[in-house]
């Protein structure tokens, strides 16, 4: 349905037993190998990554390998509900607790006793919710609100956040002593963006299973379609491809669709994710911008080797630099340093361009993420330049 070649190379690629994972890059086989490991046991999990990443897949792959599979997993998105009913959905409610408790309720950890239950966003749940959260993974009791007594349970908690826990810790948003209990294993969702070569196997994916659902003939995506995808930057990543292959193929059904024809739906969504990138409004394109930006920071550079150059021209010819008692006159003229060092090679300025980014990246170790924030750009057009200049490390 897409490309035939790499169809076919999806379909092989596809492990017998992904675990409801798609790709086949070194971070996701990881994760895979850590959700084989972790999942036979009792032991918390925290989940970390951008939103669209497939969290919950994740919870969803550990429950369903663990002993606990033949119960109902259940989830709750702790940064959707409001604070002071946060609480009650948890741990439950005895009746008269408060106003509109006209019978006593279940929670949560009731509910899920037995089984696993999964805290989304747990990095949005109040302090005064994380205590209490910490009861139960300690001691494995809670008491209902209202309540007087404890209820014992046995639930094994798998949370997931897209925030910096450690970061939120230092910031006294979310309590020390529940992330060293959740972060018994922590895996980790890379952004789509860091493992490109996933996209054709989720296309794929993702075609074949909205066409046979919906009954929808689909001549699928060339390979340069494929390859576009493949340079976007993907904010919502797994989530927002999914989005995009849906909303295509009910648009365009009967084509094939090319590159041109896929721009036409990501171009305004992408050049309002790249501006905030970019120093100041400007109608020009975002790949005309981010180049100009890359140029400027080129000829600042440029310039600040000039300076460099005239101060230490200053300090070493200068006439304060005389030792003394020699005779003026055997002071010969000294020529400016730009007249007297070799002529250098004029290089273009994609040559200039390519060996800036080849510093950044080495610089920075080859964090695509930190190199963009030292040359000012966006990851997205790191990535297309990487690929363009065929950097490797």
């Known amino acids: 349905m897409i490309a035939d070649s790499t169809a076919d190379t999806a379909r092989r690629a596809l492990p017998s037993s ?10 996701i086989q990881q994760v895979r190998e850590t959700i084989r490991q972790v999942a036979p046991t009792d032991l918390p999990v925290l989940i970390e990554g951008e939103s669209g990443t497939g969290k919950e897949l994740v919870a969803r792959a550990i429950h369903e390998n663990s002993p606990r599979r033949n119960k109902q997993m259940f989830t709750v998105n702790c940064g959707a509900i409001p604070e002071g009913i946060l609480e009650s959905e948890l741990f439950g409610h005895q009746r008269g607790a408060f106003t509109g408790a006209v019978e006593s309720r ?14 989304d966003e747990i990095g949005d749940m109040p302090l005064s919710t994380q205590v209490k959260v910490l009861r139960v993974l300690e001691q494995k009791e809670f008491m ?12 094994r908690i798998v949370a997931a956040t897209n925030k910096n826990l450690a970061q939120e810790v230092r910031d006294g948003r979310f309590r020390q002593d529940l992330y060293y209990r959740l972060n018994a294993v922590r895996i980790y969702l890379p952004p789509l963006r860091e493992r490109p070569e996933d996209i054709p196997l989720l296309v794929d994916y993702f075609v074949r299973t909205f066409c046979v659902q919906n009954h929808i003939e689909f001549e699928g995506f060339t390979r ?23 909303t295509v193929i009910v648009l365009e059904k009967g084509r094939r669709i090319d590159r041109q024809i896929l721009s036409r739906y990501v171009e305004d969504q992408w050049v309002e994710v790249e501006s905030q990138f970019l120093p ?4 020009k394109s975002v790949d005309q911008a981010e180049r100009e930006l890359i140029y400027r920071v080129l000829l600042e550079l440029k310039s600040d080797m000039n300076q460099i150059k005239q101060l230490l021209f200053s300090q070493y010819f200068s ?16 020529q400016p340093i730009e007249d007297v060092e070799p002529e250098e090679e004029i290089k273009t300025l994609e040559e200039m361009e390519k060996e800036l980014i080849l510093k ?11 190199a963009a924030q030292l040359l000012g750009i966006s990851e997205r057009t790191l990535y297309r330049k990487i690929n363009e200049y065929h950097l490797q490390k």
Do not use: C, H
């Open 224 to 246: 340069d379609a494929l390859e576009y995808m493949e340079s976007l930057y993907w904010p919502g990543n797994v989530r927002e491809l999914k989005n995009l292959i849906q």
């Open 360 to 370: 950044a990246l080495k610089k920075t170790n080859w964090s695509k993420r930190k």
């Open 144 to 155: 209902r609100v209202g309540g007087s007594t404890y209820i014992r349970v046995d639930v």
């Open 18 to 27: 992904d675990l409801g994972l798609i790709g086949r890059s070194p971070a």
């Open 280 to 283: 100041v409004p400007t109608k």
């Open 319 to 334: 006439p304060r630099s005389l030792q003394p008692g020699r005779p003026p006159g055997l002071l010969q003229p000294v």
């Open 106 to 119: 279940k929670g949560y950890f009731e509910l899920a006793d037995g089984s696993t239950l999964f805290l």
